[in-house]
C-alpha cells in the first residue's frame, strides 16, 4: 500500500512540476496541439547564411507563391506507442524550395543542411545537393494530404521532395543553413 501511495504522490509532483513550467498541464497542451489546423497554423524559420547575416523566413512569405505540390514517402520513427518505425507516402503543398531560396536573396545557393526539432533522433542534419534544392519537385510544406499541418511535427514546417528516398523528407525543420 505504501508503495502505491509513494508512486501517486510521484506522479501528483511530476504533474505539479510540469504545469509549474508550462503553466499547463499535459492534457491542455496536448488539446491546444490538436486544434492547430491548416488555417490557423503559423510557422517561422531560423535561416542561417554562410558568410552573411542570418535571417528568419515565415508563412507569410511562403504563401505569397502558389501553393506546389509533391508526393514523398518518409519514414516515422519508432515511438513508445509505436515500436515499429513506418514509411509511407503523402500528399505535400507548400512553396517551391527554390522560391524560397530566391525569397532570401540566395536563388543560387549550391547546397542546404537542415535540421531537425528532434535531435535525440535526428543527430546529423539533412544535407541537400544543388540538384536536390533546386526541383520541381522539392518543396518547404505546411500542409499534408490537402487538409493535415505536417504530421508529427513541432515546427509544423518540412522538406518534402519527390526526388528524395523515405530518409530524405524532413518533417519538423528547427532551422535551414543555407551554403551559396
Not at 33 to 58: L, Q
Not at 97 to 115: C, K
Request: charged share 20%.
Amino acid at each position: 500500500m505504501k508503495k502505491t501511495i509513494a508512486v501517486l504522490l510521484l506522479i501528483a509532483l511530476s504533474l505539479a512540476v510540469f504545469s509549474g513550467c508550462t503553466s499547463k498541464t499535459p492534457d491542455v497542451v496536448a488539446s491546444e496541439a490538436a486544434n492547430v489546423t491548416v488555417e490557423s497554423v503559423t510557422w517561422s524559420i531560423p535561416v542561417e547564411i554562410d558568410g552573411a547575416d542570418a535571417t528568419t523566413y515565415t508563412i507569410e512569405q511562403a504563401k505569397a507563391h502558389d501553393l506546389a505540390k509533391t508526393y514523398a514517402s518518409f519514414r516515422y520513427m519508432a515511438t513508445a506507442d509505436n515500436p515499429t518505425p513506418q514509411v509511407t507516402t503523402a500528399i505535400f503543398e507548400g512553396v517551391l524550395f527554390r522560391e524560397f531560396l530566391a525569397d532570401i536573396g540566395y536563388p543560387e545557393a549550391q547546397a542546404v543542411s537542415i535540421y531537425h526539432t528532434n535531435t535525440s533522433y535526428y543527430k546529423e542534419p539533412f544535407e541537400f545537393d544543388y540538384d536536390m534544392i533546386h526541383s520541381d519537385n522539392s518543396i518547404l510544406a505546411w500542409i499534408q494530404n490537402k487538409t493535415e499541418i505536417i504530421k508529427n511535427s513541432t515546427s509544423y514546417v518540412a522538406f518534402a521532395s519527390k526526388d528524395g528516398g523515405v530518409n530524405d523528407v524532413c518533417h519538423s525543420i528547427a532551422k535551414i543553413v543555407v551554403h551559396p
